[in-house]
């Protein structure tokens, strides 16, 4: 797995939970030095162990523990670049959607070996979506949730998110747009990134 | 056949197609700003002000007629606002009948100019690859971040390695650290060994008259020259800046510990040559026998190989001395 995921997930454990719930969760997990570089790539079965060992020290579901990275990486302070660079899909949530396809090859502009799953979206009624996620990993999808959850709060649309079906290779995410501008949303200017 | 139909209004057209335009009159003055091009100068209605006050042109030089702008229709043109903030912009001019449609984009570094307007994806045209350019910007950027961070790290990590390490860096030999380690062993496996101390004379000369790559040289050619003399049982280190010591595992005897320091003291009076130049240095040895002691400690025999040395040195050049036993 890359470095980038797997740095995901320790610094959603460190900036939810602390350093010393990371620290446990590295040691139960092997993990040594306790740190993944964003750099490098890992062995699959480490993120697995990880999340193993979170999921045992929280007693939470390893479904909803991805679901809450996926919220934290789009909602973070520290992680606000991954909120922007998803903005960049486009001006609205339906916009956002409709990018998504272009994720992983946009992805590998930037780190090009970042593998993420190809994402295909399907307009399956008026306002209605599903986004099939092609990964092996299970965890994908259940992050792609919390992600497309918190982005539409991003744009200020209100939106239904189910899944429809689940399993390796073919898992698939009902998204229902109820209203696409229901709030606000938070702002995004070009070039205040950087 | 004309592709757009005569007398229609061909501003909503130019505005959807191309947000920053500007369409100016004969006389040069902005007769409509595009919608983003406007967002630009929020404070202020262009419509009526003259091109060549808003902007000045960059390139070509010496242009402030509209004519002469006419002139270069087609062709890249460079334009700075005149007021702060001065974003620099490019342009490409294209004669609209006696008036002219002025078309405008950010210049490279492309964020340096966006990032002062409040702009979203939506200021620029669909088919505009600006909002691509600063997306692919922005994400190398906190790429590039994270390589940065992890090649900091590891350079932190090789710095506490060789910290750690045992090797001197510059000659190959080892060094005090591993001195430290091996002695005790030695020591507590009751084998007999003798150390032999060795200085360089006349060192800190080369440094400072030749250089210090000099310096280097001559340090990494004694060690060359230790290791070739000695056996592969014996072990060399570098201990200080121009200190050397080899401990002689299992060989205490003194006939052949002389005939040992005695040809590396005449090899080491041989000139080294660095660079065509010779470099002239000498050394003096010391020496301790392990067989010596009751109970050989590594630092006595360490000081008292230390002594011997000293006591050559102050008897002469190329001097090797025991330390005796008692």
Redesign the interface.
Known sequence: MHG?IN?AIQCFVRDTYGEDCWLAVARDAGIDPPRF????TYDDTLTDDVLAALGASLSKPQEELCEDIGTYLVSHPNTE?VR??LR?G??TFEEFLQSLEDLPD??R???PDLELPQLELRECGRDLFCLMCKADHPCFACALLGILRTMADDYGALVCLDFVEKGPGRDLIKISLVEGTFAEGRS??????? | MTCIAQGTDVTPLLDTLMPMHLQIDHKGRITHAGPTLAKLRPDRDLRGVCLFDLFEVLRPRAIDRVSALRAQAGGKLQLRFAQPPKTALNGVLAPLGAASVLNLSFRMPVQDGVSDYALSAKDFAATDLTVDMLYLIEAKTAAMDASQRLNSRLQGAKIAAEERAFTDTLTGLKNRRAMNNILPRLVENGIEFSLMHLDLDHFKAINDTMGHAAGDHVLQEVARIMAGLTREEDTAFRIGGDEFLLIFQGMTDRGKLQSVAGRLLSRLEQPIRFKGKPCHVSASIGIARSVDYGKPDPARMMADADAALYFSKRSGRARLHFHAAG
């Open positions: 980038l740095r570089e964003a750099m490098l670049a922007r660079l960049f486009g001006a946009r992805a502009m930037a780190v995004f200017e070009l070039g205040a990134g950087l």
